[in-house]
């Protein structure tokens, strides 16, 4: 079952997950699996006791650890990550490739802390951007050369609880073809993506 509404609940189907006593909010959950938000609260905790209370019975505590940020590039499948073409707002992949020139807007999730007053379980401000402390850095790998992309904006995506968004610009000098893409923030690196660059 996932969630109806927003702000995201604290329980669905008679289950709750709790970060050190903090209940998380649900996105989904099912006999195998919960999606569930790290709450804004732990900000600038190192680890957390994790509990998950089904039907009444709570698990035993697991330790997670915590960072301050831990990159992530969605995917629509394997390799293939949630990266959108801002001229046409197609996904970027073979069949669809961007071209130099073109911004790529792509969908992560912790890239860190925001310029903005969060609250766990909302979704992100559709009005005013809330960009991150830090901005986050996009590397492109393609045809034996590492290209950093201009970062326009890196923050929260607007409308969307827990996703961030980068606005990359592929250089007028990027070489046509298939490639890697990544970003790092607080010193940490994302999975890669696959992406297409056509000319």
């Not at 001229?87 to 860190?112: E, H, M, N």
């Amino acid at each position: 079952e996932s969630a109806g509404s927003v702000p995201l609940p604290v329980q669905i189907s008679r289950t709750r997950v709790y970060f050190n006593l903090l209940p998380a909010p649900l996105y989904f959950t099912s006999a195998g699996q919960i999606n569930a938000q790290v709450p804004w609260e732990l900000a600038g905790e190192t680890s957390a006791q994790l509990v998950v209370v089904r039907n009444g019975a709570a698990s035993l505590p697991v330790p997670v650890e915590l960072g301050s940020t831990g990159p992530g590039i969605f995917l629509v499948r394997e390799n293939a990550g949630v990266v959108v073409n801002g001229a046409t707002g197609q996904l970027v992949d073979a069949q669809t490739p961007a071209r130099p020139g073109d911004t790529l807007v792509i969908y992560a999730s912790g890239l860190g802390p925001v310029s903005a007053n969060v609250t766990t379980g909302s979704p992100a401000s559709s009005t005013e951007l809330e960009p991150l402390r830090q901005s986050a850095e996009a590397t492109l790998s393609i045809a034996g050369q590492s290209i950093a992309l201009p970062v326009a904006f890196s923050g929260s995506a607007p409308g969307f609880i827990g996703v961030n968004q980068v606005n990359a610009v592929i250089p007028a000098n990027a070489p046509a073809g298939a490639g890697s893409l990544r970003l790092r923030a607080g010193g940490a690196e994302s999975n890669a993506v696959q992406i297409s660059i056509q000319r």
